[in-house]
């Protein structure tokens, strides 16, 4: 029989009824390869664990109503996935410039 290991960030985050969407494929406007994509996607979900783990340990975290928990969450993965957009523009030079240029326009 398989052991089943409570898992506090997905319970909060069922509890709440937050269920994030993929991120975006593109990063200012520049499509993705797939290495990048998947580069992009693990980074901000790393970032996003880390993050929900510290702040469904907070002991006043279960004390919030789920609406206010929910938007705590989304904070969470929104400031991820700006971190990690800002990590591959820095390892991806082509996808740093081809922003720019986006920008430009």
Do not use: C, W
């Amino acid at each position: 029989t398989k052991k089943v290991v409570k898992d506090p960030v997905i319970e909060a985050m069922a509890a709440a009824k937050y269920f994030p969407s993929t991120p975006d494929r593109k990063i200012y406007g520049v499509e993705l390869d797939g290495p990048q994509y998947e580069d992009y996607a693990r980074t901000a979900g790393t970032l996003a664990r880390l993050r929900m783990e510290r702040l469904v340990k907070l002991p006043s975290f279960s004390r919030y109503p789920a609406e206010d928990q929910k938007t705590g969450m989304k904070r969470v993965f929104d400031k991820s996935r700006e971190d990690a957009r800002a990590i591959m523009l820095r390892k991806y030079k082509d996808l740093s410039r081809q922003a720019l240029e986006n920008k430009k326009h």
